[in-house]
């Protein structure tokens, strides 16, 4: 069967079903109003309830006897689920054509109950048998109550007036009556119709919504909400939770998509109509109501519930492999939603980067970075630390292990932990290796290896040299000074050694007092903490032309190597576009004259000779 039949199968029940009356939702909690068609809430003395049960007659139905025991209302879309004894801003949705049941239940004898419509009528209304009431004759006023020996318990109707878009039901509670027996009841509650006793204190009230024909149950964009969720029965907020989108890879991994349609009214179109959903390049597809997760077994789901989950999965020819998919809802034909899935692979390359020389004798945390992405290119993070080791046999005698330290963030690569020996001092001693990664697949059993990276142990620093990286510069312009350290062996200093805040180097004749900034760079421009190495400061120079020496002084290494003396490094502070001085003047012109008594005497010489 195709898609096509299929969809055309689902609206077809749904207009049947609707027809009939008999979809509806579940009851919800026991003392105020259940959802919209659903069994009638259990009723609580002194609360105004709307019977959400729905009539199939074409019109309300009320019960003689017993709040809300068979009550039923017409037309009815959508209404407030919690109340309480002083509920004034409840609201209700109903169809122009409706007829909207109340049910209520006293909460002290000897009280009267009245009942106010604005732009509506009281259609019906019955109480218990002992019971006395009073209809205006205009039918927008009831006035109800039993004798003393009893609470008034009563039902009523309330119809639209014709073009009407809105109505008010409002609730008045009396003060004590002194009504010993009916006859004296019926009395109080002629009296409160006329106005001659007051009908006391507002209660309740709803301000009801009528629908116009062209609007109620038909989608609207407004009110719905279709979003990305990261996990089933989450309610549908309109908005994509962060990350839901990318679906981690593991066996079952799976994503979700949360769904509420509603008409313009924000009345729930479930029942009225058929919803189909999609995945492209064969993502397996299920919807549960109710905010439920399913299989998805299928390409296709289809249902006449609009509010719940739609779980979506990657294809079983795609297991451990990067997958995409876009999923689209639709609703009686209209495209509601479109979300696109992300699913991830397993690990299928691995890219290391080293990123600071390791120190002797010790384990040194975040030497190198590795990335991870799957067959698609698509960057994992978060990967268990214990299935990416060294391959072996790339170790040395100086740099005897490597190991992921910390798993990859979506801002950091996993940070790797270099493991080097001891040197023969604390300055002397190290090596370098090169270095391979492997990462073993949970699922496939397969495993991946990374490219070859140089890694280096190394001593503490003994010596350094300094040098600026122009030797002339404009006035007011940026130095930038480097310091080269190196340990024992003359090899570029471990980047762990911690000789270094800028308290231990000092400058004497620097472009200024003190460098504007003193970021530490160690043996790679993005090396973290480490302050040995390479290790670079800025200076702003002076407006003052000429040529300067600066005197840079490592105290702690001076204080290490007693062969190690302080660097001078000559700078040149020039504007190129300055006036040329008088004496600069006279010099060039003695030049001048001097070049061209020397072209007079040659050619003196020339013509002599050819005498």
Known sequence: MSTKTIIKRVALVAVVALGSGVLVTAPASADNNAATGGTNATTAAGVLNIATEASITGDAVLAAAGAGTA????????????????????????????????????????????????????????????????????KTSLVAGDDGAAVLVLNFAVTPNAGATSATVSMYESAALATADDAAMATAVAAIQSGATSKGT??????????????????????????????????????????????????????????????????????????????????????????????????????????????????????GKSFSTTVTVTYNGVVVGTKSFTFQ???????????????????????????????????????GTSATTVVASTLTTAVTGAAIGTQGTTTDAAKGTLTCAAGTSDYLGGGTANLQLQHL?????????????????????????????????????????????????????????????????????????????AAATTDKADSGAGNVGIKTYQFVVGSTEGTFSAVISALDINGRNSSQTNQTVQYTVANPTSTVTNA??????????????KQIQALQKLILARR
């Open 441 to 517: 697949n949970s699922l496939t059993g397969t495993v991946v290896k990374s490219n070859v990276f140089a890694v280096s142990c190394q001593g503490k620093a003994y010596t350094y040299t300094a040098g600026f990286d122009k030797a002339s510069y404009t006035p007011g312009s940026v130095a930038t000074l480097t310091l080269t350290f190196k340990d024992r062996d003359g090899d570029l200093a471990s980047g762990y050694d911690t000789w270094a805040g800028t308290t231990a180097v000092t400058f004497a004749g620097t472009p200024a007092s003190a460098p504007v900034t």
């Open 71 to 138: 009550t039923k209302s017409l037309g009815l879309l959508s209404n407030s689920t919690t109340q309480t004894t002083s509920s004034l801003t409840s609201t209700a949705v109903m169809r122009s054509s409706g007829e909207i049941a109340f049910y209520t239940t006293g909460a002290t004898v000897e009280k009267a109950y009245t009942v106010e419509v604005t732009n509506a009528t009281i259609s019906d209304n019955t109480c218990a048998s002992t019971c006395s009431k009073n209809l205006n004759a205009t």
């Open 345 to 383: 692979g397993e690990v299928a390359s691995m890219v290391v980067t080293p990123r600071r020389i390791g120190a002797l004798n010790a384990s040194s945390t975040d030497a190198f970075r590795v990335t991870y992405a799957d067959d698609g290119g698509n960057s994992l993070i978060g990967l």
């Open 202 to 319: 507002l209660i309740q009230r709803y301000t009801i919504t009528v629908a116009t024909t062209s609007l109620a149950g038909v989608y609207s964009a407004a009110e719905s909400l279709v979003n990305v969720v990261a996990a089933a029965a989450t309610a549908a907020t309109g908005v994509d939770e962060a990350g839901a989108s990318v679906i981690a890879n593991s066996a079952a991994s799976v994503g979700y998509i949360a769904i509420d349609l509603k008409d313009a009214y924000a009345t729930s179109l479930d029942g009225l109509g058929a919803l189909v959903i999609t995945g492209t390049n064969g993502a397996g597809i299920a919807y549960a109501g109710a905010s439920s997760a399913g299989t998805p077994t299928n390409v296709t789901a289809v249902s006449t519930d609009t509010s719940g989950t739609i779980t979506v999965a990657r294809p079983s020819a795609f297991a």
């Open 584 to 597: 600069q003047v006279l010099q060039s012109i003695v030049a001048l004259i001097a070049s061209i008594n």
